[in-house]
C-alpha cells in the first residue's frame, strides 16, 4: 500500500517523519515503495525545523497562519489551529499536488497529537478538504491521545481531545487511535522519549505496507495482503497491534505434516506473536466490539505454511468474534515471525466516551468562565468611566 503522509502540529510533523524513515527503508532494504511522500503541516516555525527525512522545502515543511500567529504556534486553542486550517488549505492542497506520482497513491494518512492547538484543529478541517478534492482516495487519520499526566493537569488537553475526535471521526475514513500513555505503562523510561514512542507507533505499518508492494516472487505469500485488504478493512474507529517471536537463525527443512512436536512449536509461536499483537493494541479497547480486522503474518518461508495462516485466523475469531477477517502470510526475513492485527469499526472505545463525557461539562464551564470574566470586565470599566483618557 502506497500512502502520502501529513503531519500536522508538532506530534504529527515528529510522526510523520518517522513514517518517511519507513518508506526510505522499504526503498533501500526492499525496492519497494510505500511512502509517496509526506509532508509536515504547523503553525510553528521552530518545530518545522526540527524535522529531520521530510524534505526541508517550503512545499515539505509547511507553515500555516503565519500572519496571525507569526510562526509562534496556537497555544493549544484548538479551535485557532482550526479556523488557521480553513483559511490555508489551499496552501497544503497545493504542495500534496506537487507530489510525484500522487496518482499512485493508494490513501492519505494525516497524523496528529490529539491534545495541542494545531495538530488538533487542523488535521479534521484538512482530511474534510482531502475527501472533498479527491474522492477516490481513503484519507485516514492517526490521532494521538495526551498522556494521563496531561490529561489530568490541563483540563484543555480534554477539551481538545474531545473536540479532535468527534470532528475527526466524521471526516476520515477511519481514526487509528493511539495512546500515549500505552506505551509508558510498558516501559517508564519512555515518558521523555517521544523519539522511540514515535519508533514504536510507526513500526507496525512497516511489514503491512511493504506486503502488497513487493515484486518478488520470493516475498509473495500463498495469500498476499494488499492495499485493497487494508481499505476493505478500515472504517471508524480503529486500533493496530505488533507482536513478534525471535526464531533460530538457521532452521532445517521440515516436512510439517510428519513432524508433529515442531508443528506444534510454530504454532505455539504464531500465536505467541499474535497474543502479543492483541494485548499491545495502540488503544485499549474490546475485541468483541470490532466489526472487521486483519492480521498479517510475516515469517521465513521455511517458517510458515497455510495452515499456521489458518489457526491464527481461528484464534483471532474466536477473540473478535463479530468480525470480517482478513489475511495474508508474508514470507520475510530469517529469525524473526511477526504478527501485525488491525481491529476496526469498533462500535464502542471507552476512552473516547469519557473524552465526551469530562468535556461535554467542560464546555459549559469554559462559557460559564468567559461570561463571567466579561461581567468582570464590564464593571472595570464601569468603574473608570470618569477617568480622563490619554488618547
Ligand atoms: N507520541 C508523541 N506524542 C507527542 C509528540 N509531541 C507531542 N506529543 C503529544 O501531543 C500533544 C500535544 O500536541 P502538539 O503536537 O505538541 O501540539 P500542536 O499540534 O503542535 O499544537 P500547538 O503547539 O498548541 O500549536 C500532547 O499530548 C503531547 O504529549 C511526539 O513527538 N510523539
Ligand atoms: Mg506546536
Known amino acids: 500500500m502506497k500512502l502520502v503522509v501529513i503531519g500536522f502540529g508538532q506530534c504529527g510533523g515528529r510522526i510523520a517523519d518517522e513514517f518517511a524513515r519507513l518508506g526510505r527503508r522499504a526503498s533501500s532494504l526492499r525496492g519497494i515503495e510505500i511512502i509517496i511522500d509526506s509532508f509536515a503541516v504547523n503553525t510553528d516555525s521552530t518545530d518545522l525545523a526540527g524535522v529531520q527525512t521530510i524534505s526541508s522545502d517550503y512545499r515539505h515543511r509547511i507553515l500555516i497562519g503565519a500572519g496571525t500567529t507569526h510562526g509562534h504556534g496556537v497555544a493549544k486553542i484548538s479551535e485557532v489551529g482550526a479556523e488557521i486550517a480553513k483559511e490555508d488549505a489551499d496552501k497544503v492542497l497545493d504542495a500534496v499536488r506537487t507530489a510525484k506520482h500522487l496518482f499512485e497513491a493508494d490513501a492519505f494518512l494525516l497524523v496528529a497529537g490529539a491534545a495541542g492547538g494545531t495538530g488538533s484543529g487542523a488535521t479534521p478541517v484538512m482530511a474534510n478538504v482531502l475527501k472533498e478534492r479527491f474522492a477516490d482516495k481513503p484519507v485516514y487519520a492517526l490521532v494521538v491521545l495526551p498522556f494521563e499526566h496531561e490529561e489530568m493537569t490541563e483540563e484543555r488537553a480534554l477539551y481538545n481531545t474531545a473536540l479532535c475526535l468527534k470532528s475527526t471521526y466524521s471526516a476520515a475514513d477511519a481514526v487509528i487511535l493511539v495512546e500515549n500513555q500505552r506505551y509508558v505503562r510498558k516501559d517508564f523510561s519512555l515518558q521523555s522519549n517521544m523519539v522511540k514512542i514515535n519508533q514504536l507507533i510507526a513500526e507496525p505499518f512497516f511489514d503491512l505496507l511493504c506486503a502488497g508492494e513487493e515484486q518478488k516472487p520470493k516475498h509473495i505469500g500463498a495469500r498476499m495482503l494488499d492495499a485493497g485488504d ?126 465526551y463525557t469530562k468535556s461535554a461539562g467542560l464546555a459549559k464551564e469554559l462559557k460559564e468562565r468567559e461570561k463571567v470574566q466579561a461581567s468582570k470586565a464590564e464593571l472595570a470599566e464601569e468603574a473608570g468611566k470618569d477617568v480622563p483618557t490619554l488618547l
Not at 525471535?246 to 508433529?260: G, H
Not at 479497547?285 to 497455510?306: G, H, T, V
Not at 475469531?317 to 468480525?323: F, I, N, T
Request: overall charge neutral; proline content about 5%.
Open 230 to 355: 487494508i481499505i476493505q478493512t478500515l472504517a471508524g474507529w480503529t486500533a493496530i497491534g505488533y507482536g513478534e517471536v525471535k526464531l533460530p537463525l538457521i532452521t532445517l527443512p521440515t516436512d510439517w505434516s510428519r513432524n508433529f512436536r515442531k508443528k506444534s512449536t510454530r504454532t505455539h509461536k504464531g500465536l505467541q506473536a499474535m497474543d502479543e499483537a492483541i494485548s499491545e493494541l495502540s488503544i485499549g479497547c474490546n475485541p468483541q466490539d470490532a466489526y472487521r480486522a486483519l492480521y498479517l503474518l510475516a515469517a521465513p518461508a521455511s517458517e510458515m505454511n497455510i495452515e499456521l495462516v489458518k489457526e491464527l485466523g481461528d484464534h483471532l475469531r474466536d477473540v473478535a468474534p463479530q468480525a470480517v477477517i482478513r489475511n495474508g502470510d508474508y514470507p520475510r526475513e530469517k529469525g524473526l515471525l511477526d504478527v501485525t492485527v488491525i481491529l476496526s469499526q469498533l462500535s464502542d472505545i471507552a476512552k473516547v466516551r469519557e473524552y
